[in-house]
Nanobody
Framework: QVQLVESGGGLVQAGGSLRLSCAAS????????MGWFRQAPGKEREFVAA????????YYADSVKGRFTISRDNAKNTMYLQMNSLKPEDTAVYYC?????????????????WGQGTQVTVSS
């Protein structure tokens, strides 16, 4: 059972950048489809980005396309989310998620493993 730990969150001004990391506990990290989700105060958790096992497929929410970049380093058991041109509406707790399946990767229900989340706050 994989364990996930996010890091890299913080406070940044609008237009700034942050890079989130998600470290996985398993050496079989490469077998997992990985995703980033976020939850703003008073809102439901929503999909941000997902990446297939071998980086063959990448998916983004429309709200982050062109600003965020998801990547993974299977040798380091780590996934990343580079966030540029941040906006106040990007403020949320960001969660990484993992699953062995490779279906409906934008759906929260498809992921069985979750990190504890890292707070991202973008000031205007």
């Amino acid at each position: 059972q994989v364990q996930l730990v996010e890091s890299g969150g913080g406070l940044v001004q609008a237009g700034g950048s942050l890079r989130l990391s998600c470290a996985a506990s398993e050496r079989t990290f490469s077998r997992y489809v990985m995703g980033w989700f976020r939850q703003a105060p008073g809102k439901e958790r929503e999909f941000v980005a997902a990446i297939s096992r071998s980086v063959g497929s990448i998916y983004y929410a429309d709200s982050v396309k062109g600003r965020f970049t998801i990547s993974r380093d299977n040798a380091k058991n780590t996934m990343y989310l580079q966030m540029n041109s941040l906006k106040p509406e990007d403020t949320a707790v960001y969660y990484c998620a993992a699953d062995l399946r490779n279906t409906r990767v934008t759906e929260i229900s498809e992921y069985n493993y979750w990190g504890q989340g890292t707070q991202v706050t973008v000031s205007s």
